[in-house]
């Protein structure tokens, strides 16, 4: 959990927008932004896309079993995360998730300032990420 809460808040997407007003961003836009892959035609997005998710959930897999309400619950957990690390074996795999997306305006700048919740640390350039 310590992970998760040093890289970001996965309940920001709905406030993203509030947050850049706040911040000081103008022509703010939020909106939710959905991704879905599968099997067979999109084997290696779906492979991508599982093998990025497993890169922010495995450093945390003994936090989130020690915090799981039953053993019953961890065992839930950890067999969710080995049968999503092998998604991609299966002829008829699909995975999909909704994100956040905000835009907004810094100052007189004509470029746009993009910040996704979900994502994976600040980005260099006029775009950056946040999760």
């Known amino acids: 959990m310590a992970h998760f809460n040093r890289h970001g808040d996965a309940r920001a997407g709905p406030r993203l927008g509030p947050l850049l ?10 909106r939710i932004v959905g991704l879905h892959h599968w099997c067979p035609g999109q084997r290696a997005e779906l492979e991508r896309f599982c093998s990025y998710l497993l890169q922010v959930i495995s450093p945390e897999l003994p936090a989130l079993l020690a915090e799981a309400e039953s053993p019953a619950a961890a065992e839930g957990i950890r067999e969710g995360h080995d049968r999503f690390a092998r998604l991609s074996e299966r002829h008829d795999a699909s995975v999909s998730i909704c994100a956040y997306q ?3 305006r810094v100052g007189e700048q004509a470029t746009d300032r993009w910040i996704s919740s979900g994502g994976n640390g600040p980005r260099t350039g006029p775009s950056w990420t946040t999760s």
């Open 21 to 30: 007003e706040q911040a000081g961003f103008t022509t703010v836009d939020n």
């Open 102 to 104: 905000a835009r907004g």
